[in-house]
């Protein structure tokens, strides 16, 4: 059996490494303890060393048990937590101490060392939730995004356990009635700054939060709740610490040979996705998480960056990058039917999200990054110019159907001096929270899924930190409160109507009423599922219209649903209040109109009775 495993991790094929490779607890013949296996094809001389020895290196010398480069020992009545590493002469004859790749824990940081840990026997209680799981295509996915530590920050100078967070999150989740939460990258990583997309054990549970055990009733307690956990993972590059992956055997097992390709923008070390060793190391990780912790959804970063050379793809396409991608993809789906893999892609790389059967990438969504930096330099522009840049609103519907996009607000657009979303926003203080409200209401309007970052519902005007809470005091202000009520207002109508999620990556669905009125700055478009018709209406300028004609394309009565400028939303409550009756020949051929009034910046959904 283990030659067979061996066999179909060479070759880039099995998803299954955890289950192999690292520190297993296991009982063999009459005695309980852990088997370590090492992959490490250049090292000799291969020793585990722990407390458990007292970090003798002659103590547990380990056997190669393959020519592949394998290691093996036995090592009885060992327990939970001790830490361990494995030490050996490398490559280049010098002797090294290395956390195991395959660590299902890890000591919390400055510590180095990996630590065990028996993952098995966890007792769930989602069963429900899991037989009802789907990739969601014809359902309402909301995402929350989050950092884990920074969401409510310390408390006596400590992290918050998984459990701990997961007291506070749930109530908060469902009451703004968000569908998921995505969490930002929990292997572990030794520099907070890097946020976990630098990492250093990608098997290993981060320790800033707690164990394994403790990740897994996180998701569990959120299962329980309704509520679907997508994981961030960042397969494309890892920390360069010495103690870790960089340089591991002394033969650059798992970055690159080659300088030119070894070292990413970002300082760390690129993962060589051409190597199947390393393919196996990667989607076996994925698989991990998701088989053992019931995660919903892998969101890859950085997929640019292996679909092309340092994502640029004027230098050319990254084969091995392209093909461990449609592999991760293909096996994922095969053993997980209702997983959701998602690609934060900025590239125009064609096919990103059609099935792999079909030559396609395999995704099942794509961030839509391309819409979220046209709309927020179009919302940022004085009304004036507006007229100029009408395209950047209307631009990303002529590509929509190409890919099952995301649209998403993420944490990259709150950060680093870009200033938060409301800080974007054209204007003073009232015009910034008009123009906020539009914005999330054309978010929610837009076809696609919805993504936020923790914090966008508060309005912020300080910029995110990670080594410091959301400023929660805001909920106190009212106009900061009245951004969250209505999001919440949004989210449910969002699940509510079908016409905002059902097929709505079927072209036939949406319809614009009123796309090339550039001179008033005023979009009106309809979406529709059967008979139910959705009619959406933004105004982009601070001008009022007490009377103002919006073509429709069916006859009837329109009820104004939402409206952006109401006073429990901090506006002026000009609303429309009655159904507004459709009549015959609207502006821009329509069939029909209507006449409504639209407030400065406002943002309004219509429903036509039936």
Known sequence: MAYGFLYEFLMG????????FGAHFIKQGDEEGVIFRLYAPMADDVSVIGEFNNWDVGAHKMQKIDDSGTYEIF????KNYQ????????AKGVYVDKADPYAFFSEYRPGTCSRLFDYRNFVWHDEKFMLKRTRNFDEPMSIYEMHLGSWKGQIDGRNLSYEEIADYLIPYIK??????????PIVQYPFDGSWGYQATGFYSVDSRYGNPFQLMSFVDRMHQAGIGVILDFAPVHFAKDAFALYNFDGAHLYEYASTQRRISPWGSAYFDLGKDPVRSFLMSAMNYFVTEFHFDGIRVDAVSN???WDGNKDKGTNDGGVEFLKRLNARMHDR?????????DSSDFYGVTKPTIYGGIGFDYKWDLGWMNDTLKYYSKDPIYKKYEHNKLTFSMAYFYNENFLLPLSHDE???????????????????FALVRNLYTYQFAHPGKKLNFMGNELASFDEWNENKSLPWVLKTFPKHDSISRMIRDLNLIYRYEKAMHVEEYNPNNF????????????????RYCGDDLLLFVFNMTPNFYAYYEIGVTRPGFYEEIFNSDKDVYSGYNQYNGLPCEAHDFGPYNAPYKITIKIASFGAMIFKLKK
């Not at 830490?83 to 490398?90: A, M």
């Open 511 to 526: 319809h614009w009423t009123m796309v090339d009125n550039n001179n008033d700055s005023i979009l009106a478009f309809e």
């Open 75 to 78: 090592i009885p009545g060992l």
């Open 83 to 90: 830490s361990y590493k494995f030490h050996f002469r490398n």
């Open 13 to 20: 094929q099995t998803i299954d490494a955890y289950q192999y």
């Open 306 to 308: 292996m679909l092309f």
């Open 336 to 344: 997980h039917s209702s997983l959701m893999m998602i690609a934060e």
């Open 175 to 184: 009451g703004l009635g968000y569908t998921h939460v995505e969490i930002m």
């Open 414 to 432: 709150v950060v680093h001096g870009k200033g938060t979303i409301i800080n974007k926003m054209w204007g003073d203080y009232d015009n910034k």
